[in-house]
């Protein structure tokens, strides 16, 4: 069904007030990952749960406890929990957005203070940390409820909302709580239908998109260690075992130049792509220009959208990422380091999972390592890591946010799957047991972990109207 024009047209007319709310939700650095700017942490959800009280949600803060950042011991901000509406006769969504920002400083490189919202006078972009990560789609979700509120108008569905503070520094303390209240137990999250995200972004700055996938992670760490000190190469040239040597050549076994994983078994899990798959991608509206644009430099991997396409939504990736201990400075100095670490991580896509694939690369690394007859000392650690998600784009969930593209946007929505990964989507999908859907609001260049963050003006009005459209649709789908 489709959203009253009352609502399209409140939205128009409230804009210039919701980008004000914008600028004061900016105005709060809740950096989550730096100890000195926590209270502001909790100032933001403080603030937010002011805001959504005044529309109308009956919320609670939920103490995450405390957690140890640098050496420190912090309490964690406290998760939002917010719901409207309880009839049984209607759908039940989750929402879940997240009020921490990455850290900002002027000094990185911004053009302006990105702790101040500033409306761009020709282009309307709306610049500062946090303008499209996240704050914005929460934001668009107060503008929504806002409508409602004022015209004591009912929401289509009823509404449980779960926001966080901390997803910019691994959502600590977040999987517990859903694990504890949504695991059928009468807990918090029990009858949730379906649920929605609004943390990510369309794949380029025209076609709105939908999002039905994210790659996992595994993340290790390669120690080579020999002497009991840094040598001099002109005195132990040529005599010892060097550590940095042996790395330098595991490494260099992990993947090939055109991205292909050398540890065998890796590649040959994932299933070749279905004609239905191949679809999908010749139809996204992508071109390899995008993908240099955004690189900065033509070093696409293949001339072949599709295949580029696939090598970042589809494809396990390993990169490689750096050489802890490694001489790094400027000039010549001729050592031979003692001890260097090399750093490389694999993105993974179903049905990987690090469980499956960690042992496959230990194995390998060994055994390559047993073939050099080092006497230097091999150590590896799987750092950290998470699974891969995939969902069922042809949900309902998913229908109705297409209609609801397509009522707004007057364009078929892309269907896309991230490279990246956002593990509580995953969290949601298998505690809940129900479909997951990611609706990004801002651009595909609006620099969310970068300097100069944006959002649109039109992605944040007319993103509002999507959002509010969707659960009209979602309410006769
Ligand atoms: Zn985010």
Redesign the pocket.
């Given at each position: 069904m489709p959203a009253p024009t009352e609502f399209l047209q409140f939205v128009d007319q409230n804009a210039d007030a919701f980008i004000q709310r914008l600028s004061d939700a900016v105005a709060i650095p809740s950096i989550s990952g730096d100890a000195s700017h926590r209270k502001d942490v909790f100032k933001m959800a403080d603030w937010l749960n002011d805001q959504l009280k005044a529309v109308g949600v009956e919320t609670q803060l939920v103490d995450l406890g405390k957690h140890i950042m640098d050496d420190e011991e912090l309490q964690l901000p406290p998760a939002i929990l917010g719901r409207i509406g309880n009839d049984p006769k209607k759908k039940t969504v989750l929402l879940y957005g997240?009020f921490d920002v990455q850290p900002a400083n002027k000094s990185d490189g911004w053009d302006t203070d990105p702790f101040t919202l500033v409306v761009h006078p020709t282009n309307g972009q709306l610049i500062g940390r946090g303008s499209s990560?996240?704050k914005g789609p929460i934001l668009g979700w107060l503008n929504v409820l806002q409508y409602h509120f004022q015209t004591g108008k009912e929401l289509p569905v009823n509404l449980k909302m779960c926001f966080e503070g901390m997803?910019e520094s691994g959502s600590e303390g977040l999987d517990d709580l859903v694990k504890r209240e949504g695991s059928g137990n009468g807990g918090w999250f029990d009858g949730v239908d379906c649920v929605c995200i609004s943390?990510n972004y369309w794949l380029n700055t025209r076609t709105p998109a939908l999002t039905y996938g994210l790659r996992g992670l595994t993340y290790f760490k390669l120690t080579v260690s020999g002497p009991s000190r840094d040598l001099h190469s002109g005195v132990f040239g040529r005599t010892v075992h060097e550590p940095m040597t042996d790395l330098i050549h595991l490494m260099g076994q992990l993947v090939s130049p055109t991205g292909k994983i050398l540890i065998p078994g890796v590649d040959e899990m994932v299933p070749p792509p279905t004609e239905e798959e191949k679809a999908i991608y010749s139809g996204l509206d992508y071109s390899i220009q995008d993908i240099q644009d955004a690189a900065g430099a033509a070093i696409a991997l293949s001339d072949d959208k599709v295949n580029v396409l696939m090598g970042r939504m589809r494809y396990p990736s390993l990169s490689l990422h750096g050489i802890e201990g490694a001489f790094s400075g400027v000039g010549a100095k001729t050592v031979i380091p003692a001890k260097v670490s090399g750093k490389f991580s694999i993105r993974l896509v179903p049905p990987q999972t690090p469980d499956a694939v960690n042992p496959l690369v230990i194995a390998y690394l060994q055994s390559e390592f047993a073939k050099l007859n080092s006497k230097n000392k091999l150590h590896i650690e799987d750092l950290h890591g998470g699974k891969p998600w995939v969902a069922d784009h042809k949900h309902w969930n998913f229908e109705a946010a297409k209609r609801a593209t397509e009522a707004v946007y007057k364009q078929s929505p892309d269907l896309t799957r991230e490279g990246g990964s956002i593990p509580v989507t995953l969290t949601f999908a298998e505690t809940l047991g129900v479909n997951v859907l990611l609706l990004p609001m801002g651009r595909g260049d609006d620099g969310?972990h970068s300097t100069n963050e944006k959002l649109d003006r039109s992605n944040f009005i007319e993103g509002t109207k999507l959002l509010g459209t969707y659960l009209y649709e979602l309410a006769s789908v």
């Open positions: 997240h990560d996240d997803e943390d969310a």
